[in-house]
């Protein structure tokens, strides 16, 4: 799949060429099948409506050796949260996989301080999802 859509390149939607991303449907926008575009972060990429992150290759030791793409890059606890910043604003909810999505993340710890200021706080490290979080099917 290699479709355009008046870019000057498509490199990010060539995360759609990986078998992990087919008949993928999206945790917290729904759209099903979902269209990738990479993230600035080694295998990930998000769903080109909502910015949900999920990772399509490589990651962790752990999903390398399982090898069940993709997964789901947010905590389960989140994606209701992150369902209810889509339906509220219908903005990106990526949160710190682009070098460039300063302005998502802005506007998400925004929005986070106002609704659920608690998600602001540092978490576990166990934050990055690991085998025991597949993706939804
Ligand atoms: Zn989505």
Request: proline content about 8%; charged content about 20%.
């Amino acid at each position: 799949m290699s479709p355009h859509f008046g870019f000057i390149h498509d490199y990010d939607l060539r995360a759609n060429d990986e078998p992990s991303a087919r008949g993928v449907t999206c945790a917290v926008c729904d759209t099903s099948p979902v269209l990738f575009q990479w993230s600035d972060y080694s295998g990930e990429a998000m769903c080109h409506e909502c910015g949900c992150p999920y990772q399509l290759k490589w990651g962790s030791d752990e999903q390398r050796t399982e090898s069940k793409y993709p997964y789901l890059s947010f905590m389960v606890e989140f994606v209701p949260i992150a369902r209810e910043y889509w339906q509220a604003k219908k903005a990106f909810v990526t949160y710190g996989t682009m070098l460039n999505g300063h302005q998502w993340i802005a506007a998400l710890n925004a929005w986070l301080r106002q609704h659920h200021p608690e998600w602001l706080e540092p978490k576990p490290e166990k934050a990055m999802i690991e085998k025991e979080n597949p993706c939804p099917a």
